[in-house]
């Protein structure tokens, strides 16, 4: 399974990514995000969660995941984004740091 991330906005507006290969990934990293996916009911999600209101300075994530079976993309706002989706989105953000601190 592939796992593309994108995190935009905020304050300095700086851009952070990442994307993995779950079959390439330490076996407990890998069990991680797809329990934090099947947690999410990632699948589910509509493409767009977007607040009822614009928020400056927040941060807008967009997460592509594509399995043998489907592909998916969330976009999805700081201030609108789900309890249950919450983990992933901070799990990747790290996930984002570590490889662009490299």
Do not use: W
Not at 12 to 18: E, M, N, V
Not at 33 to 41: N, S
Not at 44 to 66: G, K
């Amino acid at each position: 399974m592939r796992v593309d991330f994108i995190r935009t906005g905020g304050f300095g507006g700086i851009r952070l990514t990442t994307s993995v290969e779950t079959t390439e990934l330490p076996p407990d990293q890998a069990v991680t995000i797809h329990k934090l996916l099947d947690d999410a009911r990632f699948f589910d999600l509509p493409q767009n969660i977007a607040p009822p209101r614009p928020v400056p300075d927040s941060f807008q994530y967009q997460l592509t995941v594509a399995s043998a079976q489907e592909t998916h993309t969330v976009q999805v706002t700081d201030t609108a984004c789900p309890d249950s989706l919450r983990p992933l989105i901070d799990y990747l953000t790290k996930m984002a740091m570590v490889t662009k601190n490299r």
